[in-house]
């Protein structure tokens, strides 16, 4: 049932404040400012590394997911797509965990990979949303995302759900590891309790300007997506999200890797998404956006509002969302990155829950 929207995907965006809230209050302890969570047969105190994998949009999540662990918890990640990690024969020595991300649990590289790790008996963990799954039933210990069933073929809310429950396991890895202190937890806590209370604030203050600004992008044939550090895997599934939906072609870069070619690429027809936050890596990507003025690239910001402020130059739109925790920055700017796809494909009549030659769950590689 859509409710009083005219689409899934419409709805499903509109639902992240409720099944983030949700899936966050089975991972976090309100009243004691802690996270509280049974990590099972994953003893992140005693890991040297660990490995990851998933396929598109879930495999973002875990890009995120992965600057987490290592930032706050100081724990080694390798991630990759599932249909490299199946066959790339990563040698799995020493002390290792592995983690699985999906929607459905029946994606059938991700499968792969985990039965892959089981076979060199590494312990399991997997965040997943459908909880009768079979990636959920062959983990050791499962971190289910409460997002609900996801109709939409493209992944909104269990994205952001998926980045509550990693944001939480890394806080946890942290505390057992003892690279985060009580008092950095309970701040980290304190910003996740607020955010979903932001989200339909956000949604409402930014969409009827997004709506316009679609009518604009739908008119190019390119778009490119810039971020750095957690901003990147949000430029990638910025592209990723926009291609599905609306087949404009879109590609998203780390900023840094602008000068390295695709900056050959831009000229007036090529819009640029910048995805940049006040964060640590602000000005870095500030240059970068006025490198793309420069060729007469036509930039949109997406920003906080103390980067609305502090941004150098001129763009065609900018979308100011609330200054937050670092840890909550990626599940918020999330949104508008969902929002410019959903209303440039809605813009452009294509059928955006059921997209061509896509299908819900992959079960075949
Ligand atoms: C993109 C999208 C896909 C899925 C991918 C993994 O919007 O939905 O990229 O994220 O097929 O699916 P799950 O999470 O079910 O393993």
Request: net charge negative; proline share 5%.
């Amino acid at each position: 049932d859509k409710g009083n929207h005219r689409h899934f995907m419409e709805k499903e965006i509109h639902e992240q404040a409720e099944v983030v809230s949700h899936t966050l209050s089975n991972y976090i302890d309100f009243a004691e400012g802690k996270v509280r969570l049974d990590t099972g047969q994953l003893d992140f105190a005693n890991l040297d590394r660990l490995a990851m994998s998933a396929c598109g949009t879930a495999y973002y999540a875990g890009l995120i997911g992965k600057y987490w662990f290592e930032r706050f918890a100081r724990l080694p990640v390798e991630i990759d797509v599932a249909s490299e990690f199946r066959y790339r024969e990563m040698p799995l020595t020493g002390r290792m965990a592995a983690m699985f991300i999906s929607q459905s649990g029946e994606t059938a590289d991700t499968l792969a990979s985990l039965r892959y790790c089981r076979d060199h008996s590494l312990p399991i963990g997997a965040v997943v949303n459908v909880r009768e799954s079979t990636i959920a039933r062959e983990s050791d210990a499962v971190f289910p995302t409460l997002a609900g069933p996801e109709i939409g073929v493209a992944s909104t809310k269990a994205f952001t759900c998926q980045l509550s429950v990693l944001a939480a396991l890394s806080m946890i890895a942290g505390r057992e590891r003892g690279t985060l202190s009580p008092e950095d937890e309970s701040v980290m806590v304190q910003a996740l309790v607020e955010a979903p209370r932001l989200f339909n604030e956000v949604i409402r203050d930014i969409e009827p300007q997004i709506e316009t600004l679609s009518r604009e992008l739908a008119r190019f044939k390119d778009v490119l997506y810039l971020g750095r550090g957690t901003n990147f895997p949000l430029a990638l599934e910025g592209a990723l999200k926009l291609k599905e939906i609306s087949y404009i072609h879109a590609e998203g870069y780390a900023a840094g890797e602008l000068k390295h070619g695709p900056i050959a690429l831009i000229d007036e027809n090529m819009p640029v998404i910048v995805i940049a936050p006040h964060d640590r890596h602000f000005e870095k990507t500030m240059s970068n956006m006025q490198e793309v003025a420069a060729r007469g690239g036509q930039i949109i910001l997406i920003t906080d509002e103390k980067g609305a402020e502090a941004a150098p130059l001129e763009t065609m739109a900018t979308i100011t969302l609330p200054v937050v925790h670092e840890i909550v920055a990626p599940i918020l700017h999330a949104l508008p990155v969902q929002l410019v796809a959903y209303h440039t494909a809605v813009f452009m009549g294509t059928d955006v829950d059921q997209p061509r030659n896509l299908a819900k769950s992959v079960t075949v590689e």
